[in-house]
């Protein structure tokens, strides 16, 4: 199974400033086809999870442009710029190059 | 809109089975895979299981395998996951997610509010 790692695991933020969350594969997720298999997930409280970023730097439908995606091979980061309260909750990373399996999840509150 | 309504988790004893449905509308059903995905409460997330958009290919995490079946009902828009042999490790909230792509190899776009399974005595 590739094992995806997350840090840090909780981040405390103030409003208007940036923010930024490490996640780190066991295996390259670069496919054969060109593509890198890492998305990022936001969970609000008493929500279910929203995609934020497909394919490491695509913005999702909706998705604010403070939030972007980069990285590459086992490396990536999720940024916010100007964190806002709404961002709130646990963010996760996935990988779907081998199955689906996720970041164990960093907490961002105000 | 894209809507999915999760239904049939409860209290169920160890041992016994149990059936969540997952109603889909606001898109063409049986053009997209769709997945289970659960979550210990204050926990992490879990897959546990995918199929195409036709039905014909399946997937399950080694968590489930063997106990568990995915089907749908393209004429009723309806995702289902059967578990059988329930364990209390089970208990998780279970979401449907709808894939991105029509075989079911891709990411998940769309998410339900998810059903809780408790598995206790």
């Known amino acids: 199974d590739i094992v995806m790692t997350q840090t840090p695991l909780s981040l405390s933020v103030t409003p208007g400033q940036p923010a930024s969350i490490s996640c780190k594969s066991s295996?390259?997720?670069?496919?054969?086809?060109?593509?890198?298999?890492l998305y990022w997930y936001l969970q609000k409280p008493g929500q279910p999870p929203q995609l934020l970023i497909y394919?490491?730097?695509n913005r999702f439908s909706g998705v604010p442009d403070r939030f972007s995606g980069s990285g590459s091979g086992t490396e990536f980061t999720l940024k916010i710029s100007r964190v806002e309260a709404e961002d709130v909750g646990f963010y996760y990373c996935?990988?779907?190059?081998?199955?689906?399996?996720f970041g164990q999840g960093t907490k961002v509150d105000i | 809109q894209v809507q999915l309504v999760e239904s049939g988790g409860g209290v169920v004893q160890p041992g016994r089975s149990l059936r969540l449905s997952c109603a889909a509308s606001?898109?063409?059903?049986?053009?997209?895979?769709m997945h289970w995905v659960r979550q210990v409460p204050g926990k992490g997330l879990e897959w546990v299981a995918v199929?195409?958009?036709?039905?014909?290919?399946?997937f399950y995490a080694d968590s489930v395998k063997g106990r568990s079946t995915i089907s749908r009902d393209n004429s009723y828009n309806t995702l289902y996951l059967q578990i059988n042999s329930l364990r209390v490790e089970d208990t998780a909230v279970y979401y449907c997610?709808?894939?991105?792509?029509?075989?079911?190899?891709?990411?998940?776009?769309?998410w339900g509010q998810g059903t809780l399974v408790t598995v206790s005595s």
């Open positions: 997610a709808k894939d991105h792509g029509a075989v079911g190899e891709d990411y998940f776009d769309y």
């Open positions: 606001g898109f063409i059903f049986s053009n997209y895979g």
């Open positions: 199929v195409s958009s036709e039905g014909s290919n399946k």
């Open positions: 295996q390259s997720l670069l496919h054969s086809d060109g593509k890198t298999y």
């Open positions: 394919e490491v730097s």
């Open positions: 996935m990988q779907s190059v081998h199955l689906w399996t």
